[in-house]
């Protein structure tokens, strides 16, 4: 069964940093492209980036320049490192794999920037 958990979360005044993580389990995770969203409260879920198998990444507008993906295929580990945090960052962040079809995400980690 895949899962995935989400850890690093937490309150940060606006101008500094966090680091998320993903650990994923139950499915061969170098053979997937993972993805970071996050949903603020009253909105949509935004996509914030993806990476592919072999490491290419995308970003969302919002975050390109700040926010890096990286993987350790040897740890099933994807992680997002954010800089320079905005308030309007502040969001529930989830990492996300389709599996044979099938989509999982994580519990998600709340990310809390304060003005």
């Known amino acids: 069964q895949v899962q995935l958990v989400e850890s690093g979360g937490g309150v940060v005044q606006a101008g500094g940093s966090l680091r998320l993580s993903c650990a994923a389990s139950?499915?061969?995770?170098?053979?997937?492209?993972m993805t970071w969203y996050r949903q603020a409260p009253g909105k949509q879920r935004e996509l914030v980036g993806i990476i592919t198998t072999s490491g290419s990444t995308n970003y969302a507008n919002s975050v390109k320049g700040r926010f890096t993906i990286s993987r350790d295929n040897a740890k099933n580990t994807v992680s997002l490192q954010m800089n320079g945090l905005k308030p309007e960052d502040t969001a529930v962040y989830y990492c996300?794999?389709?599996?044979?079809?099938?989509?999982?995400r994580g519990q998600g980690t709340q990310v809390t920037v304060s003005s």
């Open positions: 996300s794999a389709r599996y044979f079809g099938r989509d999982y």
């Open positions: 139950g499915m061969i995770f170098s053979t997937n492209m």
